[in-house]
């Protein structure tokens, strides 16, 4: 089920109505666990069984940590179960594709396989369940008992505003929130300001948009102006951010209008002045995780400048297999991974504050970076970035299409102005307001047809 | 509740005064749409043209890409061009059948035939706004959106953008239109034309022509003339296996039906399949003469 669906809208009215409804306050958490099992089985039912099984080996693991029988052990398990059922589910057609003509029976049987819905995401909350439980980070469910902490770990991993795409949050975040809630003590601001801004990036920027950047394929790259190919480019790069972004914000606010507090994902991600500070902006859940969860495990900065080089490296490059299960993603990773590094040796990564045309140069060559680098993203196959490249340099005499120029100018600027206008500068609630109701008229007067979001092949 | 009430309020206050103002321009100044910001925007805008069925058009042309090269304004103010971009003739004949519209007349273009029947498109166009609102409110539907206003005010300020015929004067607009060939690029026509010469996939043409087959018997029996199209092409595509084949398939079909081919003494095509804008002007001009003949 989709966000940007009408299925989801009579789905949501009828989860929010039951959920505060007063006879039903004993079993809110019953009831939203069942909501989103529900909500997830809409998709892949048949799929329902291995987000159980993670939830479950999740749920004993972290239980034996809380409970002090055997921490260490148990951490180790919980967390390689998890891995597991990341690996041979996610990378099972990369595996078999890798191997070529060795592929054999075992590996015709993978490519079997679907790819179920969300994995990328709720395997990683079952580590951070089983990794802050074995730091002392989560609390015990009171009273503490197995059934209890079950019902609380099936929550925290199958929430559904954010199951299937983020953002990620941490257990030690979450696991604390869980408990009743009253319909007044809804910040019916965060609801409205996040839920209007989510569809209006999703519905009127990245799903009309999307109509454009199909045209980001080769070989009929080939017949496209240099202009168009750039241009194409800077509208995949808007797309991406509005789709994803689009996607965390609903999720923020229908996770507010049921009492839980996300984190906030994006932060202008475009304004960043250097490939660090990008990385602190952009899916920041996912910075975050991978660098408490793996970077400083590694030894983050603290073993030589050497081996902190080679720890961005890694970690992109894992970070960019974590998206997706191709060659590519882990090129996209190391694209990111080596560019910190350099940044990193040239003492780049610290931006240019306080100086406004450096800061703007900077901007721009982070923005070119990146966008490059989203090439990786949409053109999986290597030969076809390649051709993209080259006609990108060799088109040059080609007639540009101002039309399909001046939809993605118009689609960008909206972004574009959000990154450069933050939200505090339209002062009041009131201006706030009046910004929401122009959005949500844009919603009703523009929106593009009904796309999926990128971010759910992850 | 009373921050819901106050924020909903507000918010929706908002909104609802945007797209008041916004419909009132649109109903007072009733822009003319000339461009979509893509081919499925304008497929959209053009069903729901069929499914709120304003007016009750004589002649309806169901098609492809290749019919929607014929602007608008070079067929008789009565006729309703349903072609769509990247779709078949039998796309069209299912909206039609879906909307209200019950024409004298339906020309089935057939160069295309073998492209499959794209059954979601009336029900994107049927949605989320209800058709009788927007068929009540101009500024709702999504022939107006803002994109396309935005594009069509850039369309209007070109140069050299084409110049429309005076309404009723037709006639005089094909016999003004010049003689000179349209420019094209020869290396792309080569390079399409080799793209248009593959055969169609036997199983899929029959399917496709008894999809047809049945529109058509479903429209006789309205009492429906029905007319075969076949536009022009560059000669190495109409004599090439694909077209060679789509036409004799729609013989066979459906033998006793009137088959136009309207070709002027001169025409181009951007890649042998599409025709170039003066050639599509004047191509227009002739299907309209023979058909009124």
């Known amino acids: ?458 | 509740m009373r921050s819901f009430i106050s924020s909903s309020r507000a918010v929706l206050g908002w909104a609802v005064a945007a797209v008041t103002i916004y419909a009132t321009a649109i109903e007072i100044g009733r822009p003319r749409i000339m461009l979509h910001p893509d081919q499925h925007s304008y497929n959209l805008a053009r069903a729901e043209r069929a499914l709120l069925a304003e007016g009750t058009p004589s002649t309806v042309i169901v098609g492809s890409s290749l019919g929607v090269r014929v602007p608008d304004d070079w067929l008789p103010r009565d006729w309703l061009n349903l072609s769509f971009g990247g779709k078949g003739a039998t796309t069209g004949l299912a909206l039609l059948e879906a909307s209200p519209l019950r024409p004298r007349r339906v020309v089935v273009e057939v160069n295309t035939v073998d492209v499959p029947m794209d059954k979601v498109l009336a029900a994107e166009a049927s949605g989320p706004i209800p058709l009788p609102l927007r068929r009540s409110v101009r500024g709702l539907r999504i022939e107006y959106r803002p994109i396309n206003l935005l594009l069509s005010g850039f369309g209007a300020l070109r140069s050299g953008a084409a110049p429309s015929p005076r309404s009723g004067n037709l006639q005089a607009a094909c016999e003004a239109l010049p003689r000179s060939a349209d420019p094209t690029s020869q290396e792309v026509v080569a390079r399409e034309i080799q793209r248009q010469l593959e055969a169609p996939v036997p199983a899929g043409l029959d399917r496709s022509v008894s999809e047809l087959q049945a529109a058509v018997s479903r429209l006789a029996m309205q009492g429906t003339e029905v007319v075969l199209l076949e536009w022009p092409v560059d000669p190495q595509v109409a004599a090439g296996p694909r077209q060679t084949a789509i036409r004799n398939a729609v013989r066979e079909a459906m033998p006793g039906l009137r088959w136009v081919s309207p070709k002027p003494n001169e025409f181009q095509t951007e890649d042998g399949l599409h025709l170039a804008p003066l050639s599509a002007r004047r191509v227009a001009c002739e299907l309209v003469r023979e058909l009124s003949a």
Not at chain 1, 384 to 410: E, G
Request: charged letters at 10%.
């Open chain 1, 1 to 458: 089920m989709i966000f940007n669906s009408f299925a989801f809208v009579v789905f949501l009215a009828t989860v929010v109505f039951v959920y505060y409804h007063p006879a039903a306050r004993r079993w809110q958490i019953e009831w939203l666990v069942l909501a989103s099992l529900f909500f997830y089985a809409w998709e892949q039912p048949a799929l329902l069984s291995l987000l159980l099984l993670s939830a479950t080996i999740t749920s004993a693991a972290s239980y034996a940590v809380l409970k002090g029988a055997e921490p260490r052990l148990a951490a180790t398990l919980g967390v390689v179960a998890n891995l597991s059922i990341l690996a041979f589910f996610k990378y099972n057609h990369l595996v078999a594709d890798s191997l070529g003509a060795q592929i054999g029976g075992v590996g015709r049987m993978l490519l079997l396989l679907p790819l179920p819905i969300g994995i990328s995401f709720f395997t990683f909350h079952g580590i951070s369940l089983v990794v802050d439980a074995w730091r002392g980070k989560v609390p015990k469910a009171e009273p503490f008992g197995p059934g209890r902490h079950y019902r609380n770990t099936l929550l925290y991993i199958v929430f559904f505003p954010q199951l299937v795409a983020g953002p990620i949050v941490k257990a030690a975040d979450f696991m604390p929130q869980i408990g009743w809630k009253k319909l007044d003590d809804i910040d019916w601001r965060v609801v409205f300001h996040y839920t209007v801004l989510g569809y209006f990036l999703k519905v009127v920027i990245a799903d009309n948009l999307a109509q454009q950047t199909t045209f980001i394929a080769c070989p009929a790259c080939q017949s496209l102006a240099s202009i168009d190919l750039v241009m194409l480019l800077v509208g995949y790069s808007v797309q991406i951010f509005a789709d994803f972004w689009g996607y965390s914000s609903i999720a923020i606010g229908i996770a507010a209008l049921l009492g839980y507090r996300l984190p906030i994902n994006f932060n202008r991600p475009y304004i960043a002045d250097s490939i660090a500070d990008f990385w602190r902006r952009w899916h920041i859940s996912l910075s975050s995780f991978l660098r408490e969860y793996l970077y400083i495990p590694l030894g983050g900065n603290r073993r030589g400048p050497v081996r902190t080089y080679v720890n961005l490296i890694v970690v992109m490059a894992l970070g960019g297999l974590w998206h997706g299960a191709a060659w590519s993603y882990a090129v996209w990773g190391l694209w990111h991974g080596v560019g910190l590094a350099v940044e990193r040796a040239c003492g780049a990564s610290e931006g240019a504050a306080g100086r406004p045309l450096l800061r703007a140069f900077r901007i721009a060559g982070v923005f070119a970076f990146v966008t490059l680098g989203w090439l990786l993203f949409k053109l999986p196959d290597f030969g076809d970035v390649i051709q993209y490249l080259a006609a990108m340099a060799a088109n040059t005499d080609i007639r540009p299409s101002l039309l399909r120029c001046l939809v993605i100018v118009a689609y960008a600027v909206p972004v574009f102005a959000y990154h450069l206008l933050p939200s505090r500068r339209f002062g009041t609630v009131e201006r706030q307001m009046a910004m929401e109701g122009l959005l949500l008229g844009a919603i009703i007067l523009n929106s593009g047809s009904s796309n999926a979001f990128i971010y759910f092949q992850f």
